[in-house]
């Protein structure tokens, strides 16, 4: 039998499309066909890890690079977050999600030649958890992994020994992306130069040298892509060719003169600088990545402001959403509206608890004993209500959350630190909120993060009391047993309501990536996880 | 003549002690880094362990003490200094902990890009520097020579990324004669190369200027004139020559901040050399790549001063390296 996920409604989808900008004027349609040939060049910002082996990167760059030259056993749709067939042409998972059989396509060859087949699989799988915490990644998507069971030449078992059902999508990442037997011989380390790092992909990887460059050339005769991809055969483009700027300035003017194709910071392209792309003609791309929105998270410890869950409570209803993305970013930039980005599946509309609404917010703080003092800030016995939040740089988005609270007459203290102090602040629990985010297409990222039976962050550890860790670690695990798609929704709901009603996590803004795209380059697509699908790209003269 | 003199055996004795004093100096600044990354208030196999994308929050203790034994973190801090120092004897500069390489094959990649940018700079900015302090003191006009004056404080005023910015602009993208990024071919030299070239032109200019009004106040210039010999010939071979000395001494100072500055150069041009990996070293607390680059730049310093010294009496006979008697 085969196991399909029905679809599932992004409600977000609309207004993902409103920031769009001039996609349409890069997208394919009005470009006429599509014709072979030509080199897509692309800068990115940075290459801060310095790593190309797919199952270890969590660099997101690295990522989009990785899709090029390898494939995985399923490919996630963008708009729907619905699993579809790549690799494996079917499977099957028992019902608590402990066991997943997939049954292998027989016509897929890796670059070098080589077959792929399930001992492939049961080698890529096997050595990727060996990986442990040298793949950060892999470790949570491969969680309570007991083996890879070769059950005829193409079909795999892979049997875990607690529920996992986040393992489908996991299955779809680049992480669990399946190379080539022979690959695996090397040493971490040395998968991670790319010198010899063979996938089954439309692209293969030429060369890299991190932090410089990355060469990719297409692979003639690929046929095997996911049913998501227009172009079911050879890829258009002959090669990739990549290049970090770090510079905003120079990657733009890189764009518009010409010497690049694609520009990809990390950050939003800010607003000047989409309209100098735009009047070249070139258009912006974008997408929100999927998993958890940029949010801080509270140290609910004793004696910490933070413990008083009416604090908290006012705290979300401190922050405007709605101008800080105006503000930070542009008019039309997608305001957060839940825990999770909208282009996450299962993601919940939860607008409505993150409203501003600083009149309720000063209510409560008044009921929690905190009352205004001459000097505009609240105070409580004495104490003043300030909370300290580290960061290793301030940005002007951090300072408008300080203006805003204290419009409320909540402190913000902005604790900059160097990467070890920080370190050391968020491992002591030396504050009162905390930034972090995590990109993951699928739910059961949030655990991670906020799973204290799971992870001994401080996140984790120390944003919630004891009655709401139980409650919280239920939900979670009960989302990785869920294997029916409406149980997992609503498990999901419930512990977004939970997260937000209970403070235990204050979302601040959606995270979206945005590249500047040239007028001669066509379509450009994403994949579910905001990377880069290079399949359909093609290049007019 | 003079490089007869220069040989001696007292010359061979001096030699001898300063490549002694150079070494001191290498193991002082080794040990000194050693001392300040290890030192730190921060745990330093938790900052490795982080650099290397390991999260310790995730590590059970048996992981983490695989892990520490993988970099070498397990052995006492003493053990690890000897280990390290011996390595960098043998010319084996460890393991880059974020770039999963040896240290030594990184430098080897990324030097030569460095060198050309860096000798490029230095050879426009003596150049540059040279000629601007020369017409300078030539020049007789009073505005003209109060501009020619007052232009290199313009240069050693204007930040490097700003100047660099600013090339990129009119140079890359308005006219499209250089390129803006990467190391291709000589061309992509010229911008980054104008670009560090600028403030240290402009401080040698500075001192250059400086030293040449001063020879020319002098009375063998006067001397000289009286004789017949023209102006020009005076400047050019009489007091330039003895200018040089405090632009000489300062020269190898500015060699020696090659490094520092191609961090700038090499970052906005996005060039991958030695000082943007230094750059990214430090972020990402490498401390095997951070030692690496310290030492070596240190190196590079020690040995220029030293040849910079030992050059002194051809430009001066008066200076000879004979030991004192004592």
């Not at chain 1, 792929?116 to 793949?135: E, I, N, P, Q, R």
């Amino acid at each position: 039998m085969r196991y399909r996920r029905p679809l599932l409604a992004l409600t977000a989808l609309a207004t993902l499309a409103a920031c769009g900008g001039g996609a349409d004027a890069a997208n394919d349609g009005d470009g006429g066909n599509p014709v072979k040939g030509g080199t897509l060049r692309i800068a990115f910002w940075d290459d801060a890890q310095g790593c190309i082996d797919p199952n270890q990167v969590y660099w997101i760059e690295s990522r989009s690079l990785n899709r090029q030259f390898a494939d995985s056993l399923t490919d996630q749709d963008p708009e729907t977050g619905k699993i579809v067939p790549w690799l494996a042409e079917s499977w099957e998972v028992n019902d608590d999600a402990t066991s997943y059989t997939f049954k292998l396509r027989d016509d897929v060859t890796f670059s070098d030649g080589t077959k792929f087949d399930a001992a492939a699989v049961k080698t890529a799988y096997d050595a990727t958890h060996a990986l442990g915490a040298k793949s950060l990644l892999g470790l949570t998507y491969t969680a309570g992994y007991k083996s890879t069971e070769v059950v005829d030449d193409y079909t795999v078992k892979v049997d875990f020994d607690q529920p996992n059902s986040a393992f489908l999508q996991a299955s779809s990442t680049t992480t669990l992306a399946i190379l080539s037997p022979e690959t695996y011989r090397q040493t971490p380390e040395e998968r991670c130069t790319g010198d010899n790092l063979v996938g089954t992909g439309a692209f293969t990887l030429d060369s890299y040298t991190a932090a410089t460059e990355a060469k990719l050339s297409r692979r003639d005769g690929y046929a095997w892509p996911s049913e998501l991809i227009e172009n079911q055969g050879d890829a258009y483009l002959d090669a990739i060719e990549v290049s970090y700027i770090k510079e905003d300035s120079v990657r733009v003017g890189s764009l518009t003169s010409g010497a690049i194709d694609i520009a990809w910071p990390r950050l939003p392209i800010s607003e000047a600088d989409q309209k100098v792309i735009e009047a070249t003609g070139a258009g912006i791309e974008s997408r929100s990545l999927p998993g958890i929105s940029s949010s801080y998270f509270p140290n609910v410890g004793a004696g910490k402001p933070l413990a008083d869950v009416k604090v908290r409570q006012a705290l979300q209803k401190s922050i405007d959403r709605k101008s800080y993305a105006s503000t930070v970013f542009w008019d039309g930039y997608p305001v957060v509206s839940g825990p999770f980005d909208n282009t996450t599946p299962y993601a919940t509309d939860s607008s409505g608890v993150l409203a501003y609404d600083p009149e309720g917010a000063k209510a409560l703080l008044d009921e929690a004993g905190w009352t205004a003092g001459a000097d505009g800030y609240r105070a409580k016995d004495g104490e003043p209500l300030t909370l300290t939040i580290p960061a290793q740089n301030t940005t002007p988005g951090d300072q408008l959350v300080q203006d805003q609270l204290k419009q409320v007459g909540i402190k913000v203290e902005l604790n900059v630190l160097t990467l070890a102090q920080y370190q050391a602040a968020a491992a002591d629990g030396d504050y009162d909120l905390l930034a972090t985010y995590y990109t993951r297409a699928d739910p059961s990222v949030l655990g991670s993060v906020l799973d204290s039976g799971v992870s001994q962050a401080g996140t984790a550890q120390l944003s919630q009391d004891p009655a709401t860790k139980k409650e919280i670690s239920g939900l979670f695990a009960e989302g990785l047993q869920d294997v029916a798609e409406d149980k997992r929704a609503g498990t999901y709901a419930d512990l977004q309501k939970l997260i937000l009603e209970q403070g235990v996590m204050f979302p601040l803004y959606e995270r979206v990536q945005t590249a500047g795209v040239a007028s001669k380059v066509h379509g450009f697509a994403w994949t579910s996880e905001a990377f880069l699908r290079a399949n359909d790209i093609w290049i007019s003269q | 003549m003079t490089s007869v003199k220069w040989l001696t055996s007292s010359t061979a004795r001096y030699l001898a002690g300063r490549v002694l004093q150079a070494v001191i100096v290498l193991w002082a600044v080794y040990t000194v880094t050693f001392g300040i990354l290890y030192l730190l208030p921060s745990d330093p196999v938790e900052l490795q362990l982080a650099a290397a994308n390991v999260q310790v929050d995730e590590l059970s203790p048996a992981e983490l003490a695989a892990a520490k034994q993988q970099y070498g973190l397990d052995q006492p801090l003493a053990t690890q200094y000897f280990d390290q120092l011996g390595g960098l004897l043998r010319g084996d500069f460890g393991q880059s902990i974020s770039l999963h390489r040896p240290v030594g094959e990184l430098l080897a990649e990324r030097l030569p890009s460095t060198l050309a940018l860096g000798a490029t700079a230095i050879g426009l900015a003596l150049v540059l520097g040279g000629t601007l302090a020369y017409l300078a003191a030539y020049v007789r006009v009073a505005w003209l020579k109060t501009v020619l004056n007052r232009l290199p404080a313009v240069g050693v005023s204007l930040p490097p990324f700003f100047v660099g910015l600013l090339l990129i602009q009119v140079f890359a993208f308005e006219l499209g004669w250089f390129p803006a990024t990467g190391t291709q071919g000589a061309s992509s030299l010229v911008l980054p190369a104008i670009t560090m070239a600028v403030p240290t032109a402009a401080m040698l200019a500075q001192v250059l200027t400086r030293s040449l009004d001063d020879q020319l106040a002098e009375p063998y210039v006067a001397t000289a004139a009286a004789r017949g010999l023209s102006r020009q010939y005076v400047q050019a071979r009489h007091a330039l020559r003895n200018a040089l000395l405090p632009t000489l001494t300062l020269l190898g100072l500015l060699l020696g901040a090659t490094v520092t500055e191609a961090v700038v150069a090499e970052t906005v041009f996005s060039r991958p050399g030695v000082g943007q990996m230094a750059q990214q070293a430090v972020l990402a607390q490498d401390v095997p790549l951070v030692q690496a680059i310290v030492v070596l730049a240190a190196a590079v310093f020690v040995v220029i001063n030293l040849l910079i010294d030992l050059v002194y009496p051809l430009f001066d006979p008066r200076i000879t390296h004979t030991p004192r008697v004592s």
